[in-house]
């Protein structure tokens, strides 16, 4: 069964203490794999999209990264407003739905 | 502002009742996606259209259908509710008829609230 798998489930973090996010899957036919950022009460912000292993992208704070097995959201320095629930999500092989995660609820304290 | 525009964005109705969530997806996209969040179950797939024809179906009940118009907007809805209906929907678009290669935006959604 095709399965996306966040950890942690949260996270608190110290404004300007790095660290990062996981997101690991087992789809078969990866298709891409999605990042979003998502407020209470909003819609997912969309971040990134990483299509193949070894692949990074960067936006301000935040880098997120591709292994066969996982992608990790890494942050660095976070202030306040990062804090959020980020979503990883894949589309199974054949299918075209989005299989979300669970997130991780991100809390940066100033 | 993704550009995806969804209304109402609140709706609170009573249970037996039904429903129409509308959706505007981004100018040019082709396919529109609708999703329930809900507390306990997170972000889960409803339905895709691609240019006014269905092209997936994930958990949708059968009190609820959805249609996209020759405009593109899309509609979801949702009938004989149930306490158990209450959640967020969101609706997101994309350019593509399939999400390899392409990104998915989603609109600010609709709280339903069944009482």
């Known amino acids: 069964e095709d399965q996306v798998t966040q950890s942690p489930e949260a996270l608190r973090l110290q404004e300007g203490e790095s660290s990062s996010l996981n997101c690991s899957y087992t789809v078969s036919g990866l298709r891409g794999l999605f990042w979003y950022r998502q407020d209470p009460g909003k819609g997912p912000e969309f971040l990134f999209t990483?299509?193949?292993a070894g692949e990074e992208k960067e936006k301000e704070r935040l880098k997120a990264t591709l292994t066969k097995k996982e992608s990790f959201l890494h942050i660095t320095a976070p202030k306040p407003e990062d804090s959020a629930t980020y979503l990883c999500?894949?589309?199974?092989?054949?299918?075209?739905?989005?299989?979300f995660g669970k997130g991780t609820k991100l809390t940066v304290n100033p | 502002d993704s550009g995806v525009t969804q209304t109402p964005k609140h709706l609170i109705t009573a249970t037996g009742q039904r429903v129409t969530l509308r959706c505007s997806p981004r100018?040019?996209?082709?396919?529109v996606y609708w999703y329930q969040q809900s507390l306990d179950q997170g972000l889960q797939f409803l339905i895709q259209y691609y240019n006014g024809e269905e092209r997936a179906k994930g958990n949708i009940l059968e009190r609820f259908s959805a249609q996209q118009f020759p405009d593109l907007h899309s509609e979801l809805n949702l009938s004989s509710l149930e306490l158990g209906d209450s959640a967020l929907y969101f609706c997101a678009s994309s350019a593509a008829r399939t999400l390899g290669g392409t990104e998915a935006f989603f609109g600010q959604g609709t709280r339903l609230t069944v009482v």
């Open positions: 999500a894949v589309p199974p092989g054949g299918s075209e739905k989005l299989v």
């Open positions: 100018s040019g996209d082709l396919s």
């Open positions: 990483l299509y193949s």
